[in-house]
């Protein structure tokens, strides 16, 4: 590895041994080893260099995005790994108003993305994660998202010799990147791939025209099985929109940590006069949130947008019509949301508590037991998380034909490098510093587990696979054959992310 880094370094590309803040991710498992290097490519020709001279020296490749991983995505499974750091490769490459395209850097925000858009009357089609003002295109798209990934057009691949390829009409010469299905999907190859089957230094995004309209409500239930009913009923519906739901918990949390923020946002679009019709009243409803509340058990929250402010208003209307009898309360949480896209505001507790999700992706059908046998687990293990003092929160959402459950763990434990490196100086003086609590972070992993393998059990999937949730152990014999027949011809020594997609 030494002579390899030196390599790296006589062709000008950064490199160096300094991994401890890059090679654990939001919940490390104690056993993971350290990367042994880091190299930090400045251009994707530096990228193609820094594969092919780790490739032939053996040594296994890891790319690492924003670091909001929490499945073990980019955690090394050897000592001898070149963790490619891809923060440097971050630009905005190009917005193609007229074909709707923005190319970007694998190393990019979701956020630098939105800004570099303002302006323009557009915004990328694929919605990136809450975290986008941390997390990367590249990493999203590695991960993958929950829905459908039809907003990416094409890729640029690096191989295992070095060399570039390009997916779709991307891929054609002399071609833009318009069309993704030209030919067999290879872009939809390497999606989800968790960096198995290549290193993704490029990524071509379709580009859709901004609402000119949005409506918002919110309702409370008294319960997790008649807001998922709710859900369900509106995901039955197909009629769009965003809908999601928090339990007791996340409802404080969500008015506490984001509401202030999400509100400031508001009024500071409020003031520049750059508001959507429909949120002429944004940030007084989002304001009026912030206590509202408090003794709300379940809340459901509705976005719709339109073409016109009244084409939104018209499927918000459809909406509250089959909701009808629902208690409705103010707003504030999907307003401030919509105001404030990208946010780490969950990315701990109040007081500074570690936090760690999972998710699992249920079938319509399936959803009411799945929320019912979740429930029965966590009762059964109340004792225990009382013990370690770790306490729990849900999300749920039906945005499309499927179920997605998140719960959320918070407990007392020491901080991590990547929260150091993410919080402002300002935010973290707020926190708590606490202890190292192996014992309660053992629980929270058992847990973790126990309602993985439950989920799975139930016919669930999930995204943001890395080494947690199971992927090759799920498939078919067969579909596993095609996978693996895949994989060695893509990556023949099996270096690029080693153990990833293997559980």
């Not at 030209?182 to 071509?204: H, M, N, R, V």
């Not at 929109?241 to 949390?253: E, H, I, Q, S």
Request: hydrophobic fraction near 45%; glycine fraction near 10%.
């Amino acid at each position: 590895m030494t002579s390899l880094v030196e390599k790296l370094q006589s062709l000008g590309i950064d490199a160096a041994s300094d991994t401890a803040a890059m090679s654990a991710d939001l919940f490390p498992l104690e056993e993971a080893p350290r990367a042994d290097a880091l190299v930090r490519p400045a251009t994707r020709e530096d990228a193609g260099r820094a594969v092919k001279a780790a490739y032939d020296a053996g040594a296994p490749i890891i790319a690492r995005g924003g670091g909001m991983s929490y499945t073990g995505g980019y955690r090394p499974t050897a000592a001898s790994t070149l963790l490619f750091d891809m923060g440097a490769l971050n630009q905005v490459c190009s917005i193609d108003e007229a074909n709707r395209i923005a190319i970007v850097e694998a190393g990019s925000t979701w956020e630098a993305l939105s800004q570099a858009l303002e302006g323009t009357g557009l915004r990328a089609a694929l919605k990136g994660p809450i975290s986008g003002s941390h997390s990367t295109v590249g990493g999203a798209v590695s991960q993958n998202l929950p829905g459908s990934m039809d907003g990416v057009l094409g890729l640029e691949i690096i191989r295992a010799d070095g060399t570039r390829v390009w997916t779709g009409s991307y891929g054609a010469d002399g071609h833009t990147a318009f069309y993704r299905n030209y030919g067999p999907d290879l872009t939809g190859l390497f999606l989800g791939d968790a960096g198995t089957l290549g290193l993704k230094t490029q990524i071509a995004l379709r580009l859709e025209p901004k609402p000119e309209g949005a409506a918002f409500a919110s309702f409370g239930f008294g319960s997790m099985g008649q807001a998922a009913s709710a859900m369900l009923t509106l995901a039955q519906a197909n009629l769009g929109g965003r809908v999601f739901a928090l339990d007791p918990l996340k409802n404080k949390t969500a008015t506490k940590v984001g509401m202030k923020e999400g509100a400031d946002t508001l009024a500071a679009v409020v003031k520049e006069g750059g508001l959507i019709k429909g949120l002429k009243n944004a940030a007084k409803i989002a304001a009026a949130g912030q206590g509202a509340y408090d003794d709300v058990p379940w809340s459901m929250h509705l976005t719709f947008e339109g073409a016109s402010q009244a084409a939104a208003n018209a499927a918000l209307e459809k909406a509250k019509t089959l909701l009808k009898g629902a208690h409705e309360i103010p707003p504030s949480i999907p307003t401030a949301m919509y105001a404030k896209s990208y946010s780490i505001r969950g990315f701990l507790g109040l007081k500074g508590e570690r936090w760690v999700p999972l998710h699992s992706i249920f079938p319509l059908s399936e959803a009411a037991r799945a929320v019912a046998a979740i429930e029965a687990l966590f009762e059964e293990h109340k004792a225990m998380l009382a013990r370690h003092e770790i306490v729990h929160s849900f999300m749920m959402s039906a945005n499309g034909p499927y179920f997605l459950i998140e719960p959320m763990f918070y407990w007392p434990d020491a901080r991590l490098p990547v929260h150091e490196k993410a919080l402002d100086a300002p935010r973290l003086a707020k926190l708590t510093d606490f202890e190292d609590n192996p014992s309660a972070r053992a629980a929270v992993l058992d847990m973790r587990v126990k309602l993985r393998d439950l989920a799975f059990s139930n016919g669930a999937v999930a995204c943001q696979l890395g080494r947690f949730y199971p992927y090759r152990s799920a498939l078919t014999p067969e579909t596993r054959a095609l996978f693996d027949t895949l994989k060695a011809a893509l990556d023949p020594k099996g270096l690029f992310n080693p153990g990833a997609l293997d559980t």
